[in-house]
Structure formats: C-alpha cells, structure tokens
C-alpha cells in the first residue's frame, strides 16, 4: 500500500517478514472482562463476530470456514491468531495458555496476539505466551491498552489502572519474554481535556521501551448505551474533527521510532452504534488523505527525531 512509503505499516512488517499477505483471525477466551468500566467500552463494537473460542464444540470447522475467507477476500495464505475481545490474559493461566497454544499450532498460523490491560499482564502468562509458540521464529505479540499516559486522562475513561502498571508489565514482558514477546501498545487521541502536545508525550512515553514494537493509535468515540454516551448527551465535548486526526496523526508519525510498527491510525463503528465523531470518509479513504498528508507535508516515520526533509 503506498502508505508503506512513508509508514512502517503492519502492513509492510507482514509483508517483510513473510513475503506476502497474512490476515488475523479473531479469537476469544470467552471470559468476560473483569473489569468491564470503561467509559468507552462497547463490546458489540469491540468484539468481532464470529470470534472463535478454541476448545469449543465445532471450533476448528469455524477456523477452516474462517481461513477460507479470508484467501477469497485478502488472498491471505498465512495467519495470525488474534485474541482481540476483552481482556485475554484474564482467567486461569494454564487453561489460557492451552488456548493460545491450540491456537498457535494451527496450519499455516504464523504468529499469535494476545491482548490486554496492564494490570492483567503477569510472569506466568508471558510464560504460557511463549509456550504456545510452535517454533522460536514464532511472531508473538501482547497487545496492552495504556490509552494514555496522563492520569487524569486514565481517570476520566475509567480505565481502573494507573500509568505505572504500564511500565510495570512491559518490564515483565521484557524480562520474562525471552526476548520473543513484543509488545503493541493501544493509544487514544481525542480524549477531553488533551490536547495535541499531551498525545505526543503519551507516544514518546509509550513508545521509549525497546520491548514495544508496534502502537495502535485511534480516536475517542462515542458508543451507543455506553456511560460516554450518558455524558456525552448531558454535557456534549469536543471530539476531533477527521482532518484534525489527520494533522495530528502526521505529528504522531514524525514522533514514531522508525522501527515501531503502527498496526493502526483509525477505528470504525457500525453507523448505527455510533453518536459522535460521525466523519464524512470511510476507513479507505482515510488511508488516502493520510498518505497524501504525509507525501504533502514530506513526512516519513521518525524524521522529526532528525528534520522531515526527504
Ligand atoms: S479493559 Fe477493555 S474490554 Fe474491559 S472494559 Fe476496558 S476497554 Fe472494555
């Protein structure tokens, strides 16, 4: 995609490391998450459909079914099993690692992503992470949602965790990792009361551990049934504008260590679950005026470490 020129995509990485296209499928431990507050939180959103729990009854018929699309859709013959749903470190941890394993040691999976909390990161879980891997050229990921690095900010999204268990479980992942376990760290920009230089300072702070290869970036949304919902309807704030994301989004890129993968720049919702930001341009189209913006603007990964002249 020629967004790969300016951006050290997943996209690119995929594409680097196993010289063609691999597509995830959604898995899901089927436990719930035990914390559940989230201000923003709206599973119907954040679950996909179709998340396959391994172990249960017709589980690999799912998998064959699911593999199968994705060759027609994305001409994917490699896969990454994806716990996306919830917090999948949660639960008995040796029942988890069977999961992650069973996962894992499909046919032609490449790489497994467990996502996560901070404060649901523990020794025993990188350990069954690791475990599950069939061989050591294995892709492993741990996806940990920090979302910011401003207490405050932690605060209003009732996320029940503070900045410090951040550190606390990418230095875990780091140590107990075998040096196999990278982590991907989830970001939100838009969050009332932030403003541009506060995102920024969450990238750097983020992303200044060599453990975390990969950031996951989107913007605050409003959720139908959620309690954001409720305020936002009480007392409506400000929610970024598409081209603002866009300018802001380049600023995050200038910012980037060019070797940190960004694994994503937008979020889309169901049309009718979502109040607010409603932007006019689909994901695609999105994609394009970013690239644009950077090719505009001589913008590439990392060159605001050095000066973004190309
Ligand atoms: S930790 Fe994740 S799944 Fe749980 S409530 Fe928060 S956003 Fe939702």
Redesign the pocket.
Known sequence: MPLDRYINTFNRYLQERFGGRVARISFDTGIP??????V??D?AV?VPRGAIVPGRRGWRDRLVFQKKRMVGRYGAHKYLAYFQ???STSGDPRKLGRMYGAAARTEDTVGLIVS??PDYVTEEIVRQVVQSAPSNDFDLWIEI?LQSAHERSLAFLE??HDVASYDTAIDMIHRVGEGRVKVAVHLIAGIPGETSADVLETVRFATRHPVVQGVKIHHLQVYRGTRLADRFESAPFALPEEDEHIVLLGEVIKELPPQVVVMRFFTEAPSARLIAPRWDSNTQELLKKLEEYCKNNTITQGCGRNGCVN
């Open positions: 998450c035990p914390w559940g507050r989230c923003f939180c599973n954040f749903s919830g917090t996560t909390r949602g996320r029940g």
